[in-house]
């Protein structure tokens, strides 16, 4: 019960959440975001393993940026119509201003709410085997994304040893900018000439293996099956509670 999401059909539910932002996005009241946003993080509570100190240190960028768009809207915004509800100085903040702020700063947690969730949720590999396997992806773009993915955690331990490597040698960062983009140059060429030899030995690799991009028969089935259909309703059932706020707002 506390794992559907995360065995939810990678398809589906990537459906599911480019279904609900695009519906979002044509709903401009505060009170549909907000319940938008309510639903989706009660969505992860019942259904799913959400490691929420993650999901907090995520969703702070967000929240950053929601407050920004309230602050912005407040003080640089149109006046718009409707009484004037305070009086700060110069500016005066009206009840279409204040409407419009919240709608805003609202709309930017309901976005990320669900993005986070679809991230949170979501293999990556078992996302690109299902857009194969359902959306009969092509095998070439799908296998070069995977080996991308793959080689992040490499170049990370790269880039932290090469980093060690030049501190012992006495040939790190500097002070000025100047000496740090310098440095960083020293780090970034080694690495592009350990990427492209990366990527020849995995084309080598794959061409060993007989890969011609071609239609091939799967190890792991992904399916989809009645579970997924009943959290799809979920997701929909969510989206229409929150865009019917607008009926009785």
């Not at 061409?207 to 091939?216: I, K, N």
Request: with cysteine; proline share 5%.
């Amino acid at each position: 019960m506390r794992r559907l999401l995360h065995e939810m059909n990678p398809s589906m539910k990537f459906l599911a959440v480019t279904g609900c932002i695009l519906a979002l996005a044509f709903f401009f009241n505060p009170w549909t975001p907000l319940l938008f946003f309510s639903g989706v993080v009660l969505l992860q509570v019942l259904f799913s393993q959400t490691n929420w100190k993650l999901w907090s240190l995520a969703m702070l960028p967000f929240l950053i940026g929601a407050f920004g768009y309230f602050w912005t809207t407040l003080v640089f915004g149109q006046p718009g119509e409707g009484p004037v509800l305070w009086t700060i100085g110069t500016i005066s903040i009206t009840a279409q201003q204040w409407e419009l702020a919240w709608s805003l700063s609202l709309r930017v947690l309901a976005f990320s709410s669900i993005s986070l969730l679809f991230a949170f949720t979501t293999k990556p590999v078992h996302f690109i085997q299902s857009l194969m396997q359902q959306w009969k992806l092509s095998p070439k773009l799908a296998f070069s994304v995977l080996i991308s993915y793959q080689f992040l955690p490499v170049f990370k331990t790269e880039f932290e040893q090469l980093q060690q490597a030049h501190r012992i040698r006495g040939t790190g960062a500097g002070s000025s900018p100047l000496k740090r983009l310098t440095a960083l140059r020293r780090l970034l060429i080694p690495m592009l000439a350990g990427a492209v030899r990366k990527a020849e030995r995995a084309a080598f690799a794959m061409e060993a293996r007989a890969f011609t991009g071609e239609a091939r028969s799967h190890y792991a089935e992904i399916k989809i099956g009645p579970k997924d259909y009943v959290l799809f309703c979920l997701f929909s059932l969510v989206l229409t509670l929150s865009c019917s706020a607008i009926f009785w707002a």
